[in-house]
């Protein structure tokens, strides 16, 4: 399969030879959902804690005695039901919520995504962005020439610039003349992902023989480790 590589000027110069095992699988909703789920999981960083009777201080002191005080009886005063007392069932910043993802079930969810959004059109491939010093103006004008691609097209205007650019390799020119412009990020392939594609509409992948030799390098290693 094959698909149009423009370049920074939004024009398309040639073809670029697309391996299936990466851009051509079917959507399969339940391995990306439960990938996604379980990086989200792993992301996720406990805050909330509440302390519970043996974590409140005081309370060793019985408040009175067992009878004959006509009032219920009670053996602290850190008890959960008394004002001050510990929290029963509460969050607790212990707790473990991280998940096991398969790195073949992560790596073909990746995959997927990079499929469907191929086939929704949302995926352009460019030569080069041309960034030859740190300057926002360059971005946006080179943004804006992206936005003139069919596939993307308005992807320069606020309402719909939602993209994530991911570039064989990052440097400085390219990461700090994007940072200034809302709703745009910029990556390394090698941190490429599917829940960071999943949340950016458009998809633009720079210099896409090295990202896609980098991509076929996760497949060969499933391969060998077969």
């Known amino acids: 399969m094959e698909a149009k590589l423009y370049n920074s000027k939004g024009k398309s110069t040639k073809k670029v030879k697309l391996p299936e095992d990466i851009f051509g699988l079917p959507w399969n909703a339940d391995l990306v959902h439960q990938v996604v789920v379980a990086m989200q999981a792993n992301a996720r960083t406990p805050v909330a804690h509440v302390k519970d009777r043996s974590d409140v201080r005081g309370g060793g002191r019985k408040p009175w005695k067992q009878k004959g005080t ?63 010093e740190i300057k926002t103006q360059q971005a946006k004008e080179v943004l804006s020439s ?42 390394d392939i090698k941190n490429i992902n599917p829940m960071s594609i999943l949340n950016y509409k458009y998809l633009v992948i720079v210099k896409p023989e090295e990202s896609i030799e980098f991509l076929s390098s996760k497949t060969n290693k499933k391969k060998v480790d077969k």
């Open 70 to 132: 006509g009032r219920a009886r009670v053996g602290s005063n850190r008890s959960p039901i008394w004002a001050g007392g510990g929290v029963t069932h509460g969050p607790s910043n212990e707790k473990n919520y991280s998940q096991k993802i398969n790195q073949k079930m992560k790596t073909k969810a990746l995959f997927t995504v990079l499929s469907e959004k191929l086939r929704q059109g949302t995926l352009v491939f460019v030569d080069d962005l041309g960034l030859k």
């Open 146 to 187: 992206l936005g003139s691609i069919a596939e993307i097209k308005g992807v320069d205007t606020k309402k719909n610039n939602s993209l994530y650019l991911s570039v064989a390799d990052v440097d400085e020119n390219i990461k700090k003349s994007f940072s200034n412009i809302s709703n745009t990020e910029v990556q």
